[in-house]
């Protein structure tokens, strides 16, 4: 997947202005939660002011009743719509926002907060930047680390890591060396990479509840590394071991996972849920952890990895708090062939209400060679992995 291929639209095409129906319809929903739309787009030419004023005759006072998630919701819809990126509406809903929420940031580990204005304020980043916002590529982290984050994607990261290190500089834009290496991490889920590029990286940070984890090896370092988080890990690892496709494999599995067991095992008791994925990802800091997860890994081909997960899906290995999708639902709405970006649509009328905002054409994999397989999706009913 080259740059090129994606940078398809303008930011003229893009524009809001070639997109009424989407502004309409997002100021009809902001009347439906009895909520105002921000003073920017109370002008009387606004298709939100518009949207909104019509929603208002309808709804009079029969509103829904507006929370924190339905909140960031319409301010994320609004968002998408001024920056031109695809919104997909199917999926990307207040319930889902409330099943994404955490209370502590994945990248700085700091405690978040709501509606204070500060850097520790929660909010929601669009993890891969050429794609939309859609479930899958939505994480909560702090307005710290999304304005850090910015743009920059797995190879940015990386890079700035390495000159903090060497340049001994203490921080860039805000963060950390060890806070870079998450972002890294943390993007790289969501972003289709080679299998021995993304065998080599260290599991710093897991993935966020309903985030995808597109990259098969990716998915199985996942799945290995929360099998000690659970009780019955011996049977499963020995289940697990007979999936490897070589007796070399089988040997390097074997030493991996002894090597984790005896890692968390020396971390001791955990308080609770957060910091039992705080424990799991510093095990990932442990040169001989990495040292023999590579060995495993580039053992195995990306093939391999996807055998492995669907197997231990269906034997029940893979825990109760995953799931896995195929290729064509993974990235359902993502706009991939367009860098997330909205097709421009013909303008009508703003009588009524407005159709749905499109989501863009859905399916297309604008990447070289084989698609993807089976994906990792955390799903649980908390907001950390159980």
């Known amino acids: 997947m080259t740059p090129n291929t994606l940078q398809v639209f ?73 920056r031109g990126r695809v919104f997909e509406g199917q999926q990307v809903n207040p319930t889902f926002l409330r099943q994404i929420d955490v209370a502590v940031c994945p990248v700085t580990r700091e405690v978040l907060t709501y509606g204070t204005g500060e850097l520790s304020d929660a909010s929601v980043d669009r993890v891969f930047n050429d794609a939309a916002y859609a479930a ?5 982290m702090s307005t710290r680390a999304n304005s850090a984050k910015s743009a920059y994607g797995v190879d940015d990261a990386m890079a700035f890591v390495r000159q903090i290190e060497i340049g001994r500089l203490g921080q860039i834009d805000g963060l950390s060396a060890e806070h870079w290496a998450r972002i890294a991490v943390l993007t790289s889920f969501a972003t289709p990479m080679s299998h021995a590029r993304t065998a080599k990286l260290p599991l710093l940070v897991l993935p966020p509840n309903r985030l995808r984890v597109l990259n098969p090896v990716q998915s199985l370092q996942v799945m ?28 390097a599995f074997n030493a991996f996972m002894h090597t984790l067991l005896a890692r968390r095992l020396a971390a001791g008791r955990i308080a609770d849920a957060v910091a039992e994925r705080h424990a799991v990802e510093d095990l990932w800091r442990d040169p001989l952890i990495n040292q023999r997860w590579q060995r495993l890994a580039l053992r195995l081909t990306a093939d391999d990895c996807e055998r492995i997960g669907r197997v231990a899906a269906d034997r029940g290995l893979a825990g109760s708090g995953v799931r896995w ?20 649509q013909p303008c009508r009328s703003a009588v009524g209400r407005a159709p749905k905002p499109v989501d863009g054409q859905r399916n297309a994999f604008p990447v070289a060679g084989r698609p993807w397989g089976s994906l990792y999706e955390p799903v649980v009913t908390q907001t950390a992995i159980s």
């Open 325 to 344: 999708l195929t290729a064509d639902s993974a990235t359902d709405g993502w706009a991939l062939e367009s860098a997330g970006y909205a097709v421009a």
């Open 136 to 140: 899958g590529n939505l994480a909560v």
């Open 224 to 251: 290995l590394s929360l099998q000690f988080t659970r009780a019955g890990h011996a049977r499963r690892c020995a289940a697990l071991a007979g999936l490897m496709p070589s007796a070399e494999a089988r040997h």
């Open 10 to 82: 303008t930011d003229t095409r893009n524009s809001p202005a070639h997109q009424p129906d989407v502004g309409f319809e997002l100021g009809w929903d902001y009347a439906h939660y009895g909520t105002v739309p921000p003073a920017d787009h109370l002008h009387p030419l606004s298709p939100v002011r518009q949207g909104w004023e019509a929603g208002r005759d309808s709804f009079g006072r029969r509103t829904l009743q507006s929370t924190r998630f339905t909140r960031k919701w319409l301010q994320l819809r609004l968002n998408a719509w001024l």
